[in-house]
């Protein structure tokens, strides 16, 4: 099993930017694709990110690229999410995910997690 922790969700105005923190624990394996997702109320879940600890590759969803950016600090088992001109569609709750695959699957990584995190809000102002 493993557990996941996020962070550094908050209020911000339009424009504006924040990072957000998944921590994850050590677990059975040794790789993992950890995802980010977001989902606000009354909408469906969306696949925000994606990120290989194995591959080191890298996906993001139509409606982010370009302002969002995922990064890995392997030593602190923490995999960031930085999001840039944030804008009033980004508000949601975000949560982080392990999938027990070492690999985020070219055109599907947005259904993959296993364990996920209990989320973080994210409030953007206009």
């Known amino acids: 099993e493993v557990q996941l922790v996020e962070s550094g969700g908050g209020l911000v105005e339009e424009g504006g930017s924040l990072r957000l923190a998944c921590t994850y624990s050590?677990?059975?394996?040794?790789?993992?694709?950890i995802v980010w997702f977001r989902q606000a109320p009354g909408k469906e879940r969306e696949g925000v990110s994606c990120?290989?600890?194995?591959?080191?590759?890298?996906y993001y969803a139509d409606s982010v690229k370009g302002r969002f950016t995922i990064a890995s600090d392997d030593a602190k088992r923490t995999v960031f999410l930085q999001m840039n001109d944030l804008k009033p569609e980004d508000a949601a709750v975000y949560f982080c995910?392990?999938?027990?695959?070492?690999?985020?699957?070219?055109?599907?990584?947005?259904?993959?997690?296993?364990?996920w995190g209990q989320g973080t809000q994210v409030t953007v102002s206009s």
């Open positions: 050590e677990g059975i394996f040794d790789s993992y694709a």
């Open positions: 995910a392990a999938d027990l695959s070492p690999f985020c699957h070219s055109g599907s990584w947005h259904t993959q997690g296993h364990y």
């Open positions: 990120f290989s600890t194995l591959g080191r590759t890298t």
